[in-house]
């Protein structure tokens, strides 16, 4: 998405050689037009596969998720990060590290809201290791849901995320792709 | 507006007298249709006050708050719960105390985002005492900005959070207000 790939060119502050800050327009502020560009992207991609459901996690995905759910015209459910267990019958929870942070989280969600018939697109911001998309599909799994495809705002495919993703089948589908980020330069990928 | 409390009535979950979930359209899934409406609402009602920004706090917020500011066509700042202190140049912090979680956390944003000529409208998913609307006033304070309204979708009118914002002078609009939960029924103002 060539709007995108020129924002992060633009506005991206790199860090090292492995992290671009997109507070301005991404992940704190955020260009809502851009957004909505992104989420008629997303859309046009998947609208032929029945997409039930848009799933996303708290919270740098809800703005892009929220859009590409009023494209599709069908309900987002946010996955909550919480620090600790969560012992009742209604509730799923998975371990997930993010390698970001260095921490662990239970990814968290609802018995309810994820039904087996569901059809379910991802999205999320960045795309790394994969270690968060992985945690979704684990809770889809649970509910024996169908995760549909996998739709990335940034991916730094200088990690091993997209590899992961399809070793498993899974269709990712990423607006930007960066290859390296090298003498404060960053290079995309095509 | 309407259809917003009928949905409150139709899909909301009772929890004694002052708890009121709406985990299936506003808070985990999300009914990302009437959110649109919801945004709509507020960019109509603050249309023609100059406003520059729109700004939320993570995470239940930023889906109408995403919506508002698409259809004011200003950008969105998603305001950070930090559980510590952060200690340097670019980032100001104020403590807020939340009521329902009993926790207290570090509201936290990057300076640069707010400006001194910000025009900003503040919009939130509940409203009940009020703490985390007045900890972002303090924040826009701090850049002597100015905060000209505030935009809840679900108020608790039997709490005390919109005297104490209109004690400080403030423009309150929300879209339903609870008056009681009573005998299992949602009562409305109006």
């Known amino acids: 998405m060539e709007e995108l790939k020129r924002t992060i060119k633009e506005k991206g502050k790199i860090v090292g050689t492995e992290i671009i800050k997109v507070d301005s327009f991404l992940n704190h502020q955020v260009d809502v037009e851009l957004m909505d560009k992104i989420g008629i992207e997303f859309a046009n991609k998947f609208r032929d596969k029945n997409i039930t459901k848009v799933i996303t996690i708290e919270s740098s995905g809800i703005a892009p998720a929220t859009m590409t759910a009023f494209h599709l015209k069908v309900p987002l459910l946010i996955l909550k990060k919480s620090t600790s267990r969560i012992l009742n019958d209604n509730t799923l929870q998975t371990k997930v590290h993010s390698f970001t942070k260095n921490i662990d989280y239970e990814l968290t969600v609802s018995k309810e809201y994820i039904k087996e018939d569901d059809r379910i697109l991802f999205i999320d ?3 790394a290791n994969g270690a968060a998309a992985l945690g979704a599909k684990q809770l ?10 996998i739709g990335i705002v940034i991916e730094k495919s200088f990690q091993d995320g997209r590899k992961k993703l399809e070793d498993g089948g899974l269709d990712v589908y990423s607006l930007a792709r960066i290859s390296k980020i090298e003498n404060g330069e960053i290079c995309f990928k095509d």
Do not use: N, S
């Open 125 to 127: 911001d960045f795309l």
């Open 140 to 149: 889809i799994d649970m509910k024996k849901a169908e995760l549909i495809g």
